[in-house]
T-cell receptor, first 109, second 115 residues
């Protein structure tokens, strides 16, 4: 079983739409959670960390459910510039990141 | 401030040859990580340095891969001899601290093709 599972998509949504991505992780000892964004042929960049209480950064909201081992990312009012691959990333007590395969988002004009 | 840099950006070699990838972390970052993405798969951890010491090399695929970080600055990852299945994108990342929610900053990657 993979450490991190994501729906690969693709998600094609119109500008202004709200879109949600989900992610599950297999190891209950996981401690830190992140969403990274990766543009085509570029490096992953941190979008936001995901805290137990949930957190929001502008149009982006991240939620963590430790009991269900589930992480989500909600994007409101989608922009063309949001088109990218969104990577769910989990870290255990060590320092290696475990990545999902990513969810592809295309925002259509 | 300069980000993580990697060299070369692309490398095409034949099976059996040797390739050395280089990573320069962000200045002052003691933690350096190597990851690899094989086509169609997720990014996977290879190893982690703290300064010049290998903290965790549990992700290294086999003994054809050798990573070094002389003096705790830049790092190299050598593949010798390269095999077809080594093709992929090799990312380097660095972080100042290593625990909790400390962000890892990624380099642009080296795209390795083994023919």
């Amino acid at each position: 079983r993979k450490e991190v599972e994501q729906d690969p998509g693709p998600f094609n949504v119109p500008e202004g739409a709200t879109v949600a991505f989900n992610c599950t992780y297999s190891n209950s000892a996981s401690q830190s959670f992140f969403w990274y964004r990766q543009d085509c042929r570029k490096e992953p960049k941190l979008l936001m960390s995901v805290y137990s209480s949930g957190n929001e950064d502008g149009r982006f909201t991240a939620q963590l459910n430790r009991a269900s081992q589930y992480i989500s990312l909600l994007i409101r009012d989608s922009k063309l510039s949001d088109s990218a691959t969104y990577l769910c990333v989990v870290k255990r007590a060590g320092n290696q990141f475990y990545f999902g395969t990513g969810t592809s988002l295309t925002v259509i004009p | 401030e300069a980000g993580v840099t990697q060299f070369p950006s692309h490398s095409v070699i034949e099976k059996g040859q040797t390739v050395t990838l280089r990573c320069d972390p962000i200045s002052g970052h003691d933690n350096l990580y190597w990851y690899r993405r094989v086509m169609g798969k997720e990014i996977k951890f290879l190893l982690h340095f703290v300064k010049e010491s290998k903290q965790d090399e549990s992700g290294m695929p086999n003994n054809r891969f050798l990573a070094e970080r002389t003096g705790g600055t830049y790092s190299t990852l050598k593949v010798q001899p390269a095999e077809l299945e080594d093709s992929g994108v090799y990312f380097c990342a660095s972080s100042w601290l290593s625990g909790g929610y400390n962000e890892q900053f990624f380099g642009p990657g080296t795209r390795l093709t083994v023919l």
